[in-house]
């Protein structure tokens, strides 16, 4: 089995910062692209950024300049650096990877638990 837990989130002031971290373990052969989601209350969980496993990236227009996601492909964890945070970036933000484990030629798509980041005004 393969397992992504998220860790990070927090109360934080608007403008302030937060590091959160995903840490991808169990039977992992290889993992291809990694992102960060989000989910506010009342909408739809969106794509926040994604790093593939040679490190190109892509951002949602609204984290642009303010996130920046990296990974350390030998730890199996993904990051999302985030500054100059606002109110409206409040949601439960979700770890996800594309991993293929040992044994398998297939990837498959994993969640992790997800971890509460709030910004207060």
């Known amino acids: 089995q393969v397992q992504l837990v998220e860790s990070g989130g927090g109360l934080v002031q608007a403008g302030g910062s937060l590091r959160l971290s995903c840490a991808a373990s169990g039977s992992i052969f290889s993992i291809n692209a990694m992102a960060w989601y989000r989910q506010a209350p009342g909408k739809q969980r969106e794509l926040v950024a994604g790093i593939t496993s040679g490190g190109s990236t892509n951002y949602s227009d609204s984290v642009k300049g303010r996130f920046t996601i990296s990974r350390d492909n030998a730890k199996n964890t993904v990051y999302l650096q985030m500054n100059s945070l606002k109110p409206e970036d409040t949601a439960v933000y979700y770890c996800?990877?594309?991993?293929?484990?040992?044994?398998?030629?297939?990837?498959?798509?994993?969640w992790g638990q997800g971890t509460q980041v709030t910004v207060s005004s």
């Open positions: 996800n990877a594309d991993v293929r484990r040992r044994g398998n030629l297939l990837a498959y798509n994993y």
